[in-house]
């Protein structure tokens, strides 16, 4: 597994703003996500303003706290403060206590992570202007000497063009600019973030740990997860809590007419669209498969880690035995 720990030190906080986790990070094996672990790697140690886009839950704070991690400010603070605390005449509190109250923002040398740039609002966008100290110049009495890193839910291109986002800003925070995909676009790190999840809430909740069969794997990647890592981790804690696995997936199954078909005359029963969401998984994953080896069945076997001769009643059992293999 592909986990990068930040180093276990005590949570502090003003508020829950100051913030020093044990945590730990799983990149996953998609060449997405390792591009982006390669960037980080190369850009941590520098001071440049970083601005990371991605969908709600899609992991963009663990990734400001992983970048943090490997910076020479790792040993300092990494302060967390919501932009639409911003409010006119008035800094979020978070900036105002800056590390406890016990250094003054031209001297703090911590990481402060701002999150949510759409909910900025114009008078916050010239408050935050103002805070940032602008190249080797020397900060001033409300300057902030922090490692500054942003986050938003979606390109600001748009309020850039209708006057919404102040141009020098976005410039000042848009040093460099990161995307974390969504996890429907990496599935195939969905494996490896699952048996992290479960390892995590197995030892939290003293549990013994659940293992995943191939039919319940192949409903998590047939699922949109609009909720990203967040909605997994969710789903994977409750699995945990509760040693309830059907139920837990149940409650994910994308409503597609397939399933609406199939749970109509079975009553409508959670287990019925399940089995119907499964089916249509399996026969997605199979298919895929016989596509990437040119419908070489060992060789897809072998990708599914089942049997040749499992996958031969798999192709019977959905009905693909019959394609055609161009």
Request: aromatic share 6%; net charge neutral; with cysteine.
């Amino acid at each position: 597994m592909r986990v990068s720990p930040l180093d276990p030190q005590a949570a502090e906080s003003d508020g829950g703003a100051l913030v020093r986790l044990n945590h730990f990070y799983v990149w996953g094996v998609s060449p997405a996500m390792q591009a982006l672990r390669r960037t980080v790697a190369d850009t941590a140690a520098t001071d440049i303003p970083v601005l990371v886009l991605g969908e709600g839950g899609a992991g963009k704070e663990i990734l400001a706290l992983q970048i943090h991690r490997f910076s020479d400010r790792r040993d300092e603070p990494f302060i967390k403060t919501r932009c639409r605390a911003f409010a006119p005449g008035r800094l979020p509190v978070q900036l105002q206590s800056i590390a406890n109250g016990t250094a003054t923002p031209g001297s703090f040398r911590g990481t402060v992570f701002l999150d949510d740039l759409c909910e900025l609002e114009p008078a916050g966008q010239r408050q935050l202007l103002d805070l940032l100290a602008e190249g080797d110049a020397l900060p001033g009495e409300y300057s902030l000497s922090a490692r500054v890193i942003s986050s938003a839910r979606r390109g600001l291109e748009d309020d850039l063009r209708s006057g919404k986002f102040e141009e020098e800003l976005y410039f000042r925070l848009n040093g460099i600019c990161l995307r974390v995909p969504p996890l429907r676009e990496r599935r195939e790190d969905l494996p490896e973030l699952a048996d992290f999840f479960l390892t995590k809430y197995a030892s939290l909740f003293e549990r013994s740990r659940p293992i995943l069969s191939g039919e319940l794997l192949a409903r998590l990647a047939a699922y949109s997860w609009p909720g990203n890592i967040r909605q997994l981790e969710n789903t994977m804690k409750k699995i945990v809590a509760t040693g309830d696995s059907e139920s837990a997936l149940a409650e994910l199954v994308d409503i597609s007419p397939e399933v609406l078909k199939t749970g109509a005359s079975s009553g409508s029963s959670l287990k019925a669209a399940a089995r119907a969401a499964s089916r249509q998984a399996e026969r997605e994953l199979i298919s895929r498969a016989l596509t990437r080896t040119h419908w070489n069945r060992k060789k897809a076997a072998g990708e599914l880690q089942i049997s040749y001769k499992a996958l031969l009643y798999k192709l019977k059992q959905l009905g693909l035995e019959d394609a055609d293999v161009s």
